[in-house]
């Protein structure tokens, strides 16, 4: 079965800024990127794994957990084309963001 794609909006780009900077300033060079990574590959292979997220369900809105570093990642699942969008990137102790 053919992959799905991955892109980021603008939102969640500049979030993924901010937590790469964030653990590298914490000498911990390379955990977010390395385990986004890896949710990111499980994902555009099996992209409806992530629960739905209740309060954006209706968006078809899910939150992928990264385990080590206790960051969420909002995503929606586009069957046609092909593709995964990335709304945000948030940490699990902050409130959940707007989306």
């Known amino acids: ?18 937590a790469v900077a964030f653990w590298e300033s914490q000498g911990a060079r390379g955990l977010f990127a390395s385990e986004l990574a890896s949710t990111l590959a499980e994902l555009t292979e099996t992209p409806k794994i992530a629960p739905l997220f209740l309060p954006r369900a209706e968006r078809g809105v899910r939150r992928a957990l990264l385990r080590r570093t206790k960051q969420h990642v909002y995503y929606r699942v586009d069957d046609e084309p092909r593709r995964i969008v990335i709304l945000a990137i948030w940490h699990a102790r902050r409130p959940d963001p707007d989306l």
Request: proline content about 0%; charged content about 40%.
């Open 1 to 18: 079965m053919k992959r799905h794609a991955v892109s980021f909006t603008a939102r969640a780009e500049a979030e993924l800024r901010e």
